[in-house]
């Protein structure tokens, strides 16, 4: 999942970029030639070439064939050195378009150095209250962003949108690049009703200006549509993507880089949906484009490679979905700060992987390093704190120390209810969590309030055939069977069953869950031919997943 930001010059751009550090060097070889054959250039053609090669960059992005202008760009900035001298605004143009190619690619500790030479040249020139100021500022902004590091990119987004307001040389797109990573930052660091209502301002804005189906409009139509998955409003968050791709598919074409990011949040949408099987297709559709457009090694193909082992672990493929993170993690530790959120986040699903496969030390160790690292980025109170939380939560629990598991618990609800309200899909999690703990605890009464309470929830959320929904009843139906009313029992653990099946597949692990609950509620009934065949089935539902995943 992505969101996209754009640069000064309007090009949009998503997530933390790089592609490998050997394809740089050997670009960098074979520039010297080129460069040496412009020095004799008389200085007239020297101008034209520097603009031709100028607008030459700017399309080559907008088409998103960024390795192919970062050589450009390269050559250009030399070009612009020799012909114009290095404090001519010519120069800090071309800086400009050199640090926004490597930003496109993520190549972050090159563009920065970039961005700041080209920012400091243009202030001594002609001060702060400028246009070309007011972008560059944007662009800081943005790379801080898209590296996980909020707290540096708020105040530059803020400030080049209040320049670009009204400073000399302003321009109305400029304005709204600016408006639009201001809203990214919103959204990312929780504050998603005021992203909602300045991604709405905007899209009217540059509806107004450049019409319905213009790439740019439709980042912050993109934008919006992320913000309607966080607030789990799933029905207008797909309506809104799906315009999305029809458009820039037809405008930007198949293969174009954006597209990838909208296949890849409406495939996330569909699996928050427990729609594994078209989220799946989506995130291989996305990681196939990314692959051939930005390379292996981009920090979106780490992205993508997140979001398919989501996947994986959804259907229990443990061993699949521990490849793909290691690779992501391995592509975003060379592209990305240390303490970065976006690492982070990929960080904590390897945690949940090894959670699940009982590996609770390492799951701890990585819960705790995303646990210091969105504390510091976003502040105690985000839902990114919440959700660390919650998971050391779990570990707790799974090693007997309820207290602890409770007490964490019961702050990751608090902030949850504090940033969602009381019916999001993160404080049913969180509730759920609860009720295992009281069940835990003996104190089966609280956990049925809990449980009914999500299961309602999640029912209206998700649809009556989710797979929360049936792993909610299976739940309420342990609870009915520890205070052996296995008549009350009954009705929901048929209906788990049921359901579980038919949204995670026959041969998922939580079948056979389902199936053994099932078993011991028919016990308890006195039917004990119908649980012995329930518990052979569940049998085979394990043996069967083993087969397929050693």
């Known amino acids: 999942m992505t969101h996209l930001c754009s640069t000064s010059h309007g090009l949009s751009i998503a997530g933390p970029r790089r592609p490998a550090v050997s394809r740089i060097l050997g670009m960098n070889g074979l520039l010297f030639l080129a460069l040496s054959g412009l020095v004799a250039l008389p200085l007239h053609a020297q101008e034209e070439e520097w603009q031709k090669t100028h607008d030459q960059i700017q399309k080559l992005n907008d088409a998103g064939r960024y390795s192919e202008s970062l050589p450009l760009a390269i050559r250009n900035l030399q070009l612009a050195k020799d012909t114009f001298g290095l404090n001519q605004p010519n120069t800090a143009t071309s800086l400009t378009d050199l640090g926004e190619v490597n930003l496109q690619l993520g190549e972050y500790a090159a563009a920065e150095p970039l961005l700041r030479q080209a920012l400091e040249m243009t202030e001594k020139a002609v001060g702060t209250n400028n246009g070309r100021a007011g972008g560059l500022m944007t662009d800081l902004g943005y790379m801080y962003c898209s590296q996980g590091k909020y707290k540096e990119a708020d105040p530059l987004a803020r400030r080049g949108m209040e320049i ?77 993507q799906e315009r999305v791709i029809a458009s820039w598919e037809r405008t930007l074409g198949p293969n174009h880089p954006h597209v990838a990011i909208a ?94 496969t009982e590996r609770y030390d390492d799951a701890e160790a990585q819960y705790r390093q995303v646990l210091t690292i969105v504390k510091a980025a976003l502040g105690g109170e985000h839902p990114r704190v919440a959700a660390a939380l919650g998971s050391l939560s779990n570990i707790a629990s799974r090693r007997g120390d309820i207290a602890t598991a409770m007490e964490l618990a019961e702050k990751c609800l608090e902030i949850n209810e504090k940033a969602f309200g009381p019916e ?75 359901i579980v099946k038919l949204s995670l597949g026959p041969d998922h692990p939580a079948v056979a869950g389902a199936l053994q609950t099932r078993a011991q509620v028919l016990r308890g009934l006195g039917r004990n031919e119908e649980a012995d065949a329930a518990d052979e089935e569940a049998e085979q539902v394990l043996a069967r997943h083993a087969q397929r995943n050693p």
């Open 164 to 240: 670009l307001k009204s400073a000399p040389g302003s321009t109305e797109k400029g304005l709204f690049t600016a408006m639009n990573n201001v809203a990214v930052v919103d959204e990312q660091e929780g504050r998603y009703s005021e992203a909602e209502v300045l991604f709405k301002e905007l899209i009217q804005k540059k509806e107004k200006a450049f019409g319905l189906d213009d790439p740019e409009t439709l980042v912050s139509v993109h934008n919006l549509s992320r913000i309607f998955e966080e607030e789990a409003k799933y029905a207008e968050a797909v309506a809104t």
């Open 424 to 498: 999001h899909p993160a404080v049913g999690m969180a509730l759920s969590n609860l009720a295992y703990l009281h069940i835990q605890k003996g104190e089966f009464a609280k956990a049925e309030v809990l449980l009914l309470r999500y299961l309602e929830m999640a029912k209206q959320i998700f649809g009556p055939q989710h797979p929360e929904v049936g792993m909610t009843l299976d739940h309420l139906a342990q609870v009915y069977c520890k205070e052996k009313k296995y008549a009350a029992a009954d009705p929901p653990s048929a209906e788990a069953v049921a």
């Open 263 to 356: 296949l890849d949040e409406l495939a996330r949408i569909y699996w928050r949906q427990g729609k594994f099987e078209e989220a799946e297709g989506l995130y291989k559709r996305a990681l196939a484009i990314s692959e051939t457009v930005l390379g292996p090694d981009h920090p979106d193909v780490a992205m993508e490679l997140s979001d398919l082992a989501h996947v994986a672990m959804s259907k229990a493929e443990f061993g699949k979905a521990r490849l793909l993170l290691e690779r992501a993690v391995a592509i975003e530790q060379k592209s990305l700060p240390a303490d970065s959120v976006i690492l982070a986040s990929t960080l904590s699903v390897l945690g949940d992987v090894n959670f699940q």
